[in-house]
């Protein structure tokens, strides 16, 4: 544990400057023995998670589904899907979790549903039910081809033929996932009362998934191309500017009555994923002081091939301490993209990076998701053709990675029949390599990521700078990267060398380490010797 103690932080919102752990149900463990995770598992593990010293849990869909993609083509907004228990054991993580001080954050998926929920089973009845425009339907072109050139994220045109209408419906992602229509006033009222019945159950706030896809043009005007083409391509999702199926100039309005609701329970969080190649520009949008949402977070990190100081300078610049601006959230890995572990090693020690993530990450100025074995340091994990479930990484195979591997059951017990995620084989293999960075195994050792991981959060947890303060670059030459945050008279300084050799940087006047990673002090001359991937933070009195 530190040996300082820090200034508490408890006139900000729980959410500001949070640390919040995500839980992907289906692959977290398995309490009845049929290879998928549930909520009976998250239960009994929701200790490990407070033991991290985080501020809360975000659980990845649990809602009733089809899984055609993996709860996120939700079946009934207000059902829990019999394969992760019943609403009893939600409200049983909702007690413990209040109990162990942990918030409780959950998806909602408002841009779109199932082809298997109510409203689109009527909806696409007939042209003139009740809900005929709760779902965005058009007619062919006189040729019989869909109304415009929109393509899918998951691949193919966004949309697909109904006999029993005669018209297209649209779906941005999978076929199975029709799209809601949120123009629609009706629509957003019947989503709000989704929204009000999970807060009344207990829940302290929602992420609010892919959210700058909620509306489209209703003129259904083609997307222009990319001009000269992507610079990489694996769909044809890739070869479009996605002006028209997305990011609507009305969305903004849909999240200011989502706000509405949320203040009316009082601390409530609204989260959001924003995805795109304007997402640092909606991230804004959406988050304006003092009526939106109060954080989003982007694909900075999750896609990034390496990490550099230019893209921590570059992130963390465009967020300044300005109450004209909102609040970020940063996430190195997540369900979504590969393992930060597995893309920003290459070739140095994994352990010393997963740590070196962990120190940055806890540094950053924002509200953090720290998602599931990432406190254990887990690499990718290896998933076979046979053996992919990914709707995406089957069609691309074998030119992307898909998310598979990075959804693999989470190690529990080294010496344990799969780990001790489930008593049979689990929906996804467990990776060879991840047993030996079992909870148990690092629970004996020291010196573990995990560890690491609990002293790297305590620390932040404590300090009012790191979760609250301004921050401010220090000169500093590549890879060496060096920051400070401040608040309340409290000055922390971090700093890590992100290259892959060992590089030397002179500690400021007055500066004093309190954690240290791969890194000598020279206490005749103040300088550090830091490995690659090692850092520290140091108290730097103002």
Same mark, same amino acid.
């Given at each position: 544990?530190?040996?300082?103690?820090?200034?508490?932080?408890?006139?900000?919102?729980?959410?500001?400057?949070?640390?919040?752990?995500?839980?992907?149900?289906?692959?977290?463990?398995?309490?009845?023995?049929?290879?998928?995770?549930?909520?009976?598992?998250?239960?009994?593990?929701?200790?490990?998670?407070?033991?991290?010293?985080?501020?809360?849990?975000?659980?990845?869909?649990?809602?009733?589904?089809?899984?055609?993609?993996?709860?996120?083509?939700?079946?009934?907004?207000?059902?829990?899907?019999?394969?992760?228990?019943?609403?009893?054991?939600?409200?049983?993580?909702?007690?413990?979790?209040?109990?162990?001080?942990?918030?409780?954050?959950?998806?909602?998926?408002?841009?779109?549903?199932?082809?298997?929920?109510?409203?689109?089973?009527?909806?696409?009845?007939?042209?003139?039910?009740?809900?005929?425009?709760?779902?965005?339907?058009?007619?062919?072109?006189?040729?019989?081809?869909?109304?415009?050139?929109?393509?899918?994220?998951?691949?193919?045109?966004?949309?697909?033929?109904?006999?029993?209408?005669?018209?297209?419906?649209?779906?941005?992602?999978?076929?199975?996932?029709?799209?809601?229509?949120?123009?629609?006033?009706?629509?957003?009222?019947?989503?709000?009362?989704?929204?009000?019945?999970?807060?009344?159950?207990?829940?302290?706030?929602?992420?609010?998934?892919?959210?700058?896809?909620?509306?489209?043009?209703?003129?259904?005007?083609?997307?222009?191309?990319?001009?000269?083409?992507?610079?990489?391509?694996?769909?044809?999702?890739?070869?479009?500017?996605?002006?028209?199926?997305?990011?609507?100039?009305?969305?903004?309005?849909?999240?200011?009555?989502?706000?509405?609701?949320?203040?009316?329970?009082?601390?409530?969080?609204?989260?959001?994923?924003?995805?795109?190649?304007?997402?640092?520009?909606?991230?804004?949008?959406?988050?304006?002081?003092?009526?939106?949402?109060?954080?989003?977070?982007?694909? @900075?990190?999750?896609?990034?091939?390496?990490?550099?100081?230019?893209?921590?300078?570059?992130?963390?610049?465009?967020?300044?301490?300005?109450?004209?601006?909102?609040?970020?959230?940063?996430?190195?890995?997540?369900?979504?993209?590969?393992?930060?572990?597995?893309?920003?090693?290459?070739?140095?020690? &994994?352990?010393?990076?997963?740590?070196?993530?962990?120190?940055?990450?806890?540094?950053?100025?924002?509200?953090?998701?720290?998602?599931?074995?990432?406190?254990?340091?887990?690499?990718?994990?290896?998933?076979?053709?046979?053996?992919?479930?990914?709707?995406?990484?089957?069609?691309?195979?074998?030119?992307?990675?898909?998310?598979?591997?990075?959804?693999?059951?989470?190690?529990?017990?080294?010496?344990?029949?799969?780990?001790?995620?489930?008593?049979?084989?689990?929906?996804?293999?467990?990776?060879?390599?991840?047993?030996?960075?079992?909870?148990?195994?690092?629970?004996?050792?020291?010196?573990?990521?995990?560890?690491?991981? @609990?002293?790297?959060?305590?620390?932040?947890?404590?300090?009012?700078?790191?979760?609250?303060?301004?921050?401010?670059?220090?000169?500093?030459?590549?890879?060496?990267?060096?920051?400070?945050?401040?608040?309340?008279?409290?000055?922390?300084?971090?700093?890590?060398?992100?290259?892959? &050799?060992?590089?030397?940087?002179?500690?400021?006047?007055?500066?004093?380490?309190?954690?240290?990673?791969?890194?000598? &002090?020279?206490?005749?001359?103040? &300088?550090?010797?830091?490995?690659?991937?090692?850092?520290?933070?140091?108290?730097?009195?103002?």
């Amino acid at each position: 544990m530190p040996s300082r103690d820090f200034p508490t932080t408890a006139s900000a919102p729980w959410w500001r400057g949070a640390s919040i752990y995500q839980i992907y149900p289906r692959s977290f463990a398995d309490s009845n023995g049929d290879g998928i995770g549930d909520l009976p598992g998250v239960l009994a593990h929701l200790d490990h998670i407070a033991s991290l010293n985080v501020d809360g849990i975000w659980l990845s869909p649990f809602f009733t589904s089809p899984m055609r993609d993996f709860g996120y083509d939700v079946a009934d907004y207000r059902g829990v899907d019999p394969i992760f228990g019943s609403m009893a054991d939600f409200d049983a993580i909702i007690s413990k979790a209040h109990d162990l001080g942990l918030k409780v954050i959950i998806d909602q998926v408002y841009c779109h549903t199932s082809d298997l929920h109510a409203w689109f089973v009527e909806s696409r009845q007939s042209r003139d039910n009740l809900k005929a425009d709760w779902f965005v339907w058009s007619d062919p072109k006189p040729d019989g081809s869909p109304p415009n050139n929109w393509q899918a994220v998951f691949g193919g045109p966004c949309w697909t033929w109904d006999a029993r209408r005669q018209q297209y419906y649209l779906h941005n992602f999978l076929p199975s996932q029709p799209q809601l229509n949120l123009h629609n006033p009706a629509v957003q009222d019947a989503i709000l009362d989704v929204l009000r019945f999970w807060f009344d159950k207990g829940v302290d706030g929602v992420r609010l998934d892919a959210i700058n896809f909620a509306m489209h043009d209703t003129d259904l005007r083609d997307n222009p191309p990319v001009d000269g083409g992507p610079v990489r391509a694996t769909r044809p999702y890739d070869f479009q500017h996605h002006r028209y199926n997305q990011s609507h100039p009305k969305v903004p309005d849909f999240l200011a009555r989502i706000r509405a609701v949320a203040d009316s329970y009082g601390d409530r969080f609204l989260l959001a994923e924003i995805g795109g190649e304007l997402s640092h520009l909606e991230m804004k949008a959406y988050t304006q002081p003092p009526s939106l949402l109060h954080s989003a977070y982007g694909f @900075r990190y999750l896609y990034a091939p390496t990490l550099e100081p230019s893209i921590i300078r570059e992130a963390s610049s465009a967020w300044p301490d300005d109450p004209a601006i909102g609040w970020p959230t940063w996430t190195f890995s997540n369900h979504d993209a590969p393992r930060a572990i597995s893309r920003w090693a290459q070739g140095r020690n &994994e352990a010393t990076t997963a740590k070196c993530a962990l120190l940055l990450l806890c540094c950053l100025r924002g509200s953090l998701i720290l998602y599931q074995g990432e406190e254990l340091g887990l690499p990718q994990g290896e998933v076979p053709f046979h053996r992919l479930q990914d709707p995406e990484a089957i069609a691309n195979w074998p030119q992307t990675l898909g998310r598979d591997g990075a959804r693999t059951p989470m190690p529990w017990r080294a010496a344990a029949p799969f780990a001790g995620f489930s008593s049979i084989e689990p929906w996804l293999p467990i990776d060879a390599r991840h047993g030996a960075l079992a909870v148990d195994v690092q629970e004996a050792d020291p010196f573990s990521t995990l560890q690491f991981a @609990r002293l790297i959060f305590t620390l932040r947890r404590q300090s009012a700078a790191m979760r609250l303060g301004s921050m401010e670059f220090l000169e500093a030459p590549e890879p060496i990267l060096a920051f400070t945050r401040q608040a309340a008279g409290e000055r922390v300084l971090c700093v890590v060398n992100l290259g892959a &050799e060992n590089a030397r940087w002179r500690l400021p006047n007055g500066a004093k380490a309190i954690l240290g990673l791969q890194v000598v &002090e020279d206490a005749a001359n103040g &300088e550090l010797d830091l490995a690659p991937h090692g850092g520290l933070i140091a108290d730097w009195p103002v």
